[in-house]
């Protein structure tokens, strides 16, 4: 049974600002604006990295999504939104997230896609969803380049990787790293890990940015649980990515005034991982 990171969700007040500093920054094209998600007051934008996706979600209008309103409310602007993970076979899940505790705040169905959207109170960190692809080819449904339902039909098409070529890590953030990981482990059945020799890290007894980090393995990247460091409390506050052209990225990011560092840019409220 395969569990793999296949997509990032960000947040916005404004969806069109957030999406053109994405296209620009990363090279990176829209392969779909889904109608499918206004049932919930948002509207958005989905560009493939890789065989993973970064997306955008803003209301629609004020008052329209509660939900994604005060997620913006409580996190002082725009930023990290949801992990959403892809699995050969949805159904194995659904008894093991009952035994955990875990509700669904939204099950989701279009044509051979099934997602499960978990509730955040009972995951903390960020909304997590769980889908699969049915008729998928490969063994087990694993094709990776195969049709994902959120993308469109054609996302292949409008994939790029001139400077970015994946995703490999999401980055949730909050006061308590180890309580949230080991939460997030037994949810996605994996194990978790201290991170105190990584690359953001001073040193395992350190309480400095890098100290008390821990981490789980998915199949393709990796879930990081880190402090807080910018002080706007827990949530995805950064994702990971395979870079080429990371000179050119901060050209492009600077030239925008977006926050540039030695190894990340911030789009979105979100940090962007591209390293040194």
């Known amino acids: 049974m395969f569990h793999r990171l296949r997509q990032i969700c960000l947040v916005a007040q404004d969806l069109d600002p957030v999406v053109a500093e994405l296209c620009d920054v990363f090279d990176v094209a829209v392969c779909h604006r889904d109608p499918e998600v206004g049932m919930f007051g948002l509207h958005n934008a989905l560009m493939p990295v890789g065989h993973g996706f970064i997306e955008v979600v803003a209301p629609l209008a004020p008052g329209k999504a509660a939900a994604a309103e005060r997620h913006l409310e409580r996190r002082g602007g725009d930023g990290g939104y949801m992990v959403i993970t892809d699995t ?64 469109g039909p054609d996302w292949r098409a409008h994939l790029r990787t001139g400077t970015v070529t994946g995703i490999t890590g999401a980055r949730l953030q909050t006061a308590d790293p180890e ?13 978790l890990r201290s ?51 990371a000179d050119g990225l901060r050209r492009r990011a600077a030239a925008r005034g977006l926050p540039v560092a030695g190894d990340h840019v911030v789009i979105g409220g979100l940090r962007f991982h591209i390293g040194g």
Do not use: C, K
Not at 106 to 133: C, F, K, S, V, W
Not at 217 to 223: E, H
């Open 195 to 245: 991170d105190s020799d990584g690359p953001d890290s001073d040193g395992p007894d350190s309480d400095g940015p890098g100290g008390g980090s821990f981490v789980l393995d998915l199949d393709n990247a990796r879930i990081r649980f880190e402090p807080d460091r910018d002080g706007r409390g827990e949530g995805l506050g950064g994702v990971d990515l395979a870079v080429v052209d």
């Open 88 to 151: 050969d076979d949805l159904t194995r899940w659904e008894p093991h997230l009952a035994a955990t505790g875990v509700r669904i705040a939204a099950p989701l169905e279009m044509g051979a896609y099934r997602g499960l959207q978990l509730h955040p109170r009972d995951t903390g960190g960020a909304l997590l969803e769980i889908n699969t692809t049915r008729g998928n080819t490969g063994p087990d449904g694993t094709a990776i380049d195969d049709p994902y339902g959120p993308a």
């Open 179 to 191: 309580r949230l990981g080991r939460r997030w482990a037994e949810i996605l059945r994996r194990d």
